[in-house]
Nanobody, 127 residues
Framework: QVQVVESGGGLAQTGGSLRLSCTIS????????MGWFRQAPQKEREFVGS????????VYADSVKGRFTISRDNDNNTIYLQMDNLIPEDTAIYYC????????????????????WGQGTQVTVSS
């Protein structure tokens, strides 16, 4: 049973930073394309950023480009979402997801291509 677990959410002020972590039980994260998505109240889930299995391809949504950074630590089997210069519009539940399918730029942004999802972690940015 593959379980995806996020952690690291919380409250930050505008301009502040938070780092989210995501790990997979029983499997190396390097076996999956890994994505971050978020869902704000009364909005649809949206793509934030993702990393291919090889780690060579990292894609970001325009809304977070230059502020958020995805990285992976294979020794700790963890993928991170470093969020800097946070704004109130970043307030949402953030989800980590793993894709066992072949991944390319388009596939990495498509939530339907992800097999396993975490439970989500709340990020709240105050103005």
């Amino acid at each position: 049973q593959v379980q995806v677990v996020e952690s690291g959410g919380g409250l930050a002020q505008t301009g502040g930073s938070l780092r989210l972590s995501c790990t997979i039980s029983t499997r190396p994260v390097s076996r999956y394309g890994m994505g971050w998505f978020r869902q704000a109240p009364q909005k649809e889930r949206e793509f934030v950023g993702s990393m291919s299995r090889s780690g060579d391809l990292i894609v970001y949504a325009d809304s977070v480009k230059g502020r958020f950074t995805i990285s992976r630590d294979n020794d700790n089997n963890t993928i991170y979402l470093q969020m800097d210069n946070l704004i109130p519009e970043d307030t949402a539940i953030y989800y980590c997801a793993a894709s066992a399918y072949p991944t390319g730029v388009d596939a990495l942004q498509d939530p339907k291509r992800y097999n396993f999802w975490g439970q989500g972690t709340q990020v709240t940015v105050s103005s």
